[in-house]
């Protein structure tokens, strides 16, 4: 059986309580992060597609765990929590990739395709550039919400068939039930964040269609005003899905998550405003002797928001590399 800690070490900020306040706090309040400098990297994910990452490397950069970070929804290598969990990584002695999906970090010009929560090849064709150009000899997935989909995916597609050097993989809120978390992003109580993620992602795809203007029509967007219609009539249509429903239920790291062959932590919290982990995954969860599942009273989404006594008050970040460190 899988290990699941239901009270774990997280104590919420006192001023900090409850689902949404701690998700909008994590998103308005400023962070000082003293991250060191980093080679940008343009890595080939298939002919024609590039993503851009950034490379933190210690002074021994072979023989130290090398840990792949994936953003979520609409974010990039520069989300505050990216930069924040890649400092404490280097700071711990590892070496951290910070991965933009496709079309992320400024690169829209460097892919004719749309990003989305199926790809998880690309985060493997990422990992096998640094195996053979850094020779890496051991590294970690870890992801944030929709790239934390992304990672246990991963994962459960190699199953114990992957790389030798792939030791574990850790995930902040992800979204392994796809449909069931576009729905909940569709609640009233979630308009603001599902109007921003729709007004976003409306507008890079207006960007992509005047890059490619070939490939991408904008007439598509019209009556898009939720995630799962914007996911119906772009996201599944230009990437070789029938339809959102389709598309949710092939993506879906739930499917794969009972083949994770590795060690891998799980942190959700209880009071998420959309994430949702459906019972059948939950115990797929538990029943995999492999995971280790975290579940907070509270935290929001990806957010953890702790006293500054605890470090610098982002609880998930220092728990997912203290997890790593002992792989």
Known sequence: MGTSQAEPDFVPHRLLRGGHVQTIANFFLPRRIALPPSEARLIEVEPGVRVLCHCHWQPDRQRVLTVVIVHGLEGSSDSLYMQGIAAKGMATGMNVVRMNQRNCGGT?????????SGRSADIAAVVQNLIDQDRISRFALAGFSMGGNLVLKLAGEWGREGPTQFKAAAAVCPAVDLAASADALHLLSNRLYE????????RRFHEKARLFPDRFDTHRLRGVTSLRIFDDKVTAYYSGFTGADDYYARAAAANVLDRIAVPALILHAANDPFIRILPETRQKILANRNITFVETEDGGHCSFLAERSSGDGHWAERKILQFLQKV
């Open 108 to 116: 829209d010009a460097l892919a004719p395709t749309l990003y989305h």
């Open 195 to 202: 109007s921003y993620f729709v007004w976003k992602l409306r």
